[in-house]
């Protein structure tokens, strides 16, 4: 079975201090990766996707950067973290478009970030 | 996509069916209902998705109008564990989307017991 692995867990960074957030997936191969960050209140916005290695689509511009340097390894990052930085980042996966074309998105646990 | 509409909350006794609404006039022919969940700090967790038959799987059931411009999710016997946020989502699906999903406010349902 497929699982998601993300760390840490929870993170407190003063403002204007480098980040770096992983998420990894066993058990499939050529998945669709996302990165999301669920702010104050519920609704998620999604940051980047990627369908493949060195591949990555931005959906908003910000100050974070994502990259993908192996099949099943997704990288969030950021040179100098703001304050509003702040908030839970959830990795997402889904099978490649061939074995799902209806695209099922499965999350990870999550990092919790207080940029302070 | 487009847009859903829930009840911000509900409550729903243990052990009894949880019936959770949601409004989705102006889905298109090709828009998928999909429901996630999210319990308190951990990642959304996908429950089901449907067209325009009803579906069910082992963690609940899915009623979708013969408009399809509502849905329910019935959650047959609610625990305490059910507790969480439910979101209710409609998006394209196909080949190479770009996969967002547009997260609403949900509902937050309590299962008391």
């Known amino acids: 079975s497929q699982t998601i692995h993300q760390w840490p867990a929870t993170l407190v960074q003063p403002v204007g201090s480098p980040l770096s957030l992983e998420c990894t997936v066993e058990?499939?191969?050529?998945?669709?990766l996302y990165w999301y960050r669920q702010a104050a209140g519920r609704g998620l916005q999604l940051l980047f996707y990627?369908?493949?290695?060195?591949?990555i689509s931005s959906e908003v511009p910000q100050n974070l950067s994502a990259s993908r340097p192996q099949d099943r390894q997704f990288i969030l990052s950021s040179k100098k973290l703001l304050l509003s930085d702040s908030g839970f980042y959830l990795c997402?996966?889904?099978?490649?478009?061939?074995?799902?074309?209806?695209?099922?998105?499965?999350f990870g646990p999550g990092t919790r970030l207080l940029v302070l | 996509d487009a847009k859903t509409t829930q009840p911000p909350s509900m409550d729903c006794a243990e052990g009894r069916a949880a019936n959770l609404p949601c409004n989705h006039s102006?889905?298109?022919?090709?828009?998928?209902v999909y429901w996630y969940r999210q319990i308190h700090s951990q990642g959304p967790q996908y429950i089901i998705h449907?067209?325009?038959n009803n579906e069910t799987n082992e963690m609940a059931s899915l009623i979708i109008t013969e408009d399809r411009k509502s849905s329910t999710l019935i959650l047959p016997h609610a625990t305490l564990r059910d507790t969480a946020v439910y979101y209710c989502?409609?998006?394209?699906?196909?080949?190479?989307?770009?996969?967002?999903?547009?997260f609403g406010q949900g509902t937050e349902l309590s299962v008391k017991p």
């Open positions: 058990g499939t191969s050529n998945p669709n």
């Open positions: 997402a996966w889904s099978a490649e478009v061939n074995r799902n074309p209806q695209e099922t998105q499965y």
């Open positions: 102006t889905i298109s022919g090709n828009e998928y």
């Open positions: 989502i409609v998006r394209v699906v196909g080949y190479n989307q770009g996969g967002k999903l547009i």
């Open positions: 449907g067209l325009k």
């Open positions: 990627s369908v493949g290695i060195g591949q």
